[in-house]
């Protein structure tokens, strides 16, 4: 499966902006999709994801502030980001596995998207 993430920008704080992840193929429904961000001189950290079965896990960073939903028709998985922090600044990147895990390590996941950079400005 390929990945395309979009929908990053400049935002200031407290203000909103929705990513999108597209993948190609016919079985996306099948795959665990997660979101991931790397700030920079930083670490790639787990922001949120999202099962094949529906079911999400957040990081507490980010819980209460983000949702991530999938639509399968359109082969898609959103990241809703709203109250945004300039500590969320970072390049944020999808991913993908295949099954009904659970995960919030990188290392679980084949399949990444080329990212797309959050910039939130105080």
């Known amino acids: 499966v390929q990945l395309q993430a979009s929908g990053g920008g400049l935002v200031q704080a407290g203000g909103s902006l929705r990513l999108s992840c597209v993948a190609s193929?016919?079985?996306?429904?099948?795959?665990?999709v997660g979101w991931f961000r790397q700030a920079l001189g930083k670490e790639r950290e787990f922001v949120a994801t999202?099962?094949?079965?529906?079911?999400?896990t957040y990081s507490d960073s980010v819980k209460g502030r983000f949702t991530i939903s999938r639509d399968n028709a359109k082969n898609t998985v959103y990241l809703q980001m709203n109250t945004l922090k300039p500590e969320d600044t970072a390049v944020y990147y999808c991913?993908?596995?295949w099954g009904n895990g659970n995960f919030i390590i990188a290392a679980k996941y084949d399949y990444w998207g080329q990212g797309t950079q959050v910039t939130v400005s105080s």
């Open positions: 991913a993908a596995f």
């Open positions: 999202i099962r094949r079965s529906g079911g999400y």
């Open positions: 193929g016919r079985t996306f429904s099948s795959y665990g």
